[in-house]
């Protein structure tokens, strides 16, 4: 974990073999001569280098943030300070979720570089899902993972003085946010540069979120509480091209979004890319029918996540408090005790309806906005793709609109069922 | 403005004349010969050292910040650097709010202390209200002192970078919002050994405010929002205490309470502290009636607060809102412009909500709490008191467990009036 005093430079091949070949642990981690390391340049990501590098006895993968936007270039200018928060996100995360993301061997702040274990034979989970792949182990691990990080950064779980010397840590990871402000929260819904959608068929589509003031007032609603409710240390980015995956294990990466936020955004990422890999799939079957398993796999999956995660987060909460919130001492006697678990009920049906929330606001900003994924965008038919597409943006906009009507996990997974035959009427 | 670097010491009288005499514009200010200005300590808060200073030509006020709670002693530190936090509140005010709060003179922060204008011939207007003293100019200027200070430290106003920076400059106050955690937020709802009340009348209601758990929940979820809803930059302790009044002058003094959080935390403060002026009352009356006409006004200056307050945050919000909450450009339509009407009246409903919550918390904690206030402890009856101070506590109990049924300031003020008359039960 030593860190360079040097000043920033963007370390590509040459450089970057030198670099870690002073580094005495990473030198032993890689093995043999420096000299005949491989490194490869993988990043596929928006925003970053990465390297794999593999040596005679094992890999390490390099994460390097640029001074911009990489997806953009240069006159999209972005905080190298980001790795560090990253960084700091990573670390907690080792600490509160451990074996849930990658082993951390190095960071040097000033070149905005970190050094993880390899993940390997590890692939992007959105890759398997597109591929129709179930991850059986996949539910527990994700709910553990956010029951944990959000239960113990939460007011809960630390003291109002740990918290926001916690909220203050991460400030300055602003940048980051007014990115998810900006695509997420804003630009779908007026006409932006960077929005992007399956023409012509969505164009009627895309109009009407602009006209949709129902929706605006939505929208707005949630992008002030992602701004101002720091309730927990967020991964801020948690979707599955952000998990890494094996048959049996699941592994959590890319926190560089981190900050304090509203715990219902983490888990309304995961619900919102589970519900765009069902709706997805329809484009993607060969024969009708012939994902039926993996769309129920996925729609189970959807009800265990938020299930699970709920269990696992009372779980925590009821084994013991140690935060300012909710204090042990007001509610000791029976009756108190009671009382408070029907106040968890409460709070837990808050959450999810914040989730059900932001998880309408990750599906519409994948369709009418600058980021897409592949769950849709491997659709080559586009057609096909606008009706996979129109189907989502119709559950989101129900989910955004009349939240209310989704009390429980089953109202959602319910509605995607229904919405799965649903012929949506497209612009040509 | 110029910062000592000189580590901190106590100043008392000949330091402090040394000290002030070695800076030049508070030795003009201040006039004549050093050695003669006159130097009087006055603090009769809970935390400080505060001197008034005159001289041949003027006066100053000098706060310092004591390395422990004053009221209690060395047994309870409490960090100096409350003193900085202050001073960024005050000058942050002075911008926002002008003519509102002391003119700032100089600080130091090394030593915790600051130097302001001294108010003359104002009072503390909870004494005024003890003594019956109407004040007219209060509502225009406290109104424009909240609306201002809150719209313009809020998403509304700010960008969300700008806003993360403020949040991160007054996290570091945690010691001076604990204190208000504790205080207010949870030991009057438990056995605490700084808790008082009036002693044997009120020991039945002190118990059923241990025991009622509907109102430890609403004490813990209002506990929550204080602790994670960082809304605006707030004063943080906004009491009659801490403003100086004349006839026709308001100033708002103290705010080393000050950090980020919900609105309706001083908006309430003010509330509270105008509603217990009024159940108080009865209990000064020389005659009965005697003081009707003050309780009118103390009512209609309730009602007035918040429909003023109300208004003028809302013209602010309407006249331009710069900030990255509700954005512009998502409603920029004529029904755009109409729908987000609408979403601004709901957004004040909820402030207000929010307002009556704190309101009673702030209530309750001057009558079973640590720290009480003159409007009830000057009555000298104590069972005259208790009967004051019970009416005050079932409004407040109402106030933060039917919170809902409060839709209106007249709906609070109304049922004030309804319990002016009422005869509790008092224990013996």
């Known amino acids: 974990m030593a860190q360079g005093q040097g000043d920033y430079r963007i370390l590509h091949e040459a450089a970057l073999r030198d670099y870690l070949a002073g580094l005495p642990e990473l030198k032993a981690v890689l093995g043999g ?3 005949r390391w491989t490194i490869t340049e993988v990043g596929d990501g928006n925003l970053n280098l990465v390297f794999i590098v593999k040596g005679a006895s094992g890999g390490v993968a390099v994460k390097q943030a640029l001074p911009y936007v990489r997806l953009v270039g240069e006159s999209w200018p972005l905080p190298l300070s980001r790795a560090h928060h990253e960084y700091l996100a990573l670390s907690k995360q080792a600490q509160l979720a451990p074996g849930l993301v990658p082993a951390l061997l190095h ?5 905005a570089l970190t050094v993880m274990e390899l993940l390997e034979p590890h692939i992007i989970m959105r890759k398997g899902l597109v591929a129709a792949t179930q991850y059986p182990g ?3 691990d994700i709910s553990t993972f956010m029951a944990r990080t959000l239960f113990f950064t939460s007011d809960l779980a630390l003291t109002a003085a740990e918290k926001k010397e916690g909220i203050a840590a ?10 998810t402000e900006d695509l997420i929260f804003t630009d779908p819904y007026r006409i932006a540069e960077q929005n992007r959608w399956t023409a012509p068929y969505l164009d009627a589509l895309a109009a009407s979120l602009r006209d949709d003031m129902e929706l605006h007032v939505a929208i707005s609603r949630l992008k002030l509480k992602f701004m101002a409710s720091p309730e927990a240390l967020l991964h801020g980015d948690l979707h599955t091209g952000s998990i890494m995956v094996t048959d049996s294990q699941t592994r959590v990466i890319d926190p560089e979004f981190a900050f304090y936020g509203p715990m219902g955004f983490d888990v309304g990422a995961v619900l919102a890319n589970l519900l765009m890999a069902y ?3 329809s484009g993607h079957e060969r024969a009708p029918g012939g994902r039926a398993a993996f769309e129920a796999w996925v729609l189970e999956t959807v009800e265990q996540v938020w299930n699970e995660f709920s269990r696992k987060f009372l779980d925590l909460w009821r084994a013991g408090a140690a935060g300012d919130a909710y204090p042990v001492s007001l509610f000791a006697s029976e009756k108190g005790a009671a009382r408070l678990e029907v106040e968890r009920q409460t709070y837990m049906q808050r959450l999810f309806t914040d989730a059900v929330g932001f998880a309408a606001a990750k599906i519409t900003r994948r369709i009418f ?3 897409h994924n592949i769950d849709f965008e491997l659709i080559e038919d586009s057609k096909k793709r606008a009706i996979s597409e129109a189907r989502a943006v119709r559950l989101a906009r129900a989910m955004m609109v ?3 009507a989704f009390r429980t996990i089953a109202d959602v997974t319910g509605a995607a069922r229904k919405l799965r035959v649903w012929r949506p ?3 040509s």
Request: proline share 3%; with cysteine.
């Open 138 to 140: 996949f539910v527990g």
């Open 107 to 111: 960071h040097n702040e000033s070149l």
């Open 33 to 35: 001569e420096p000299a």
């Open 170 to 179: 991460f400030a300055g990871n602003h940048a980051l946010c007014k990115i």
């Open 279 to 281: 709706f997805a799939s």
């Open 402 to 404: 009349e939240t209310g």
């Open 425 to 427: 009427e497209l612009s």
């Open 369 to 371: 906005g600058l980021a």
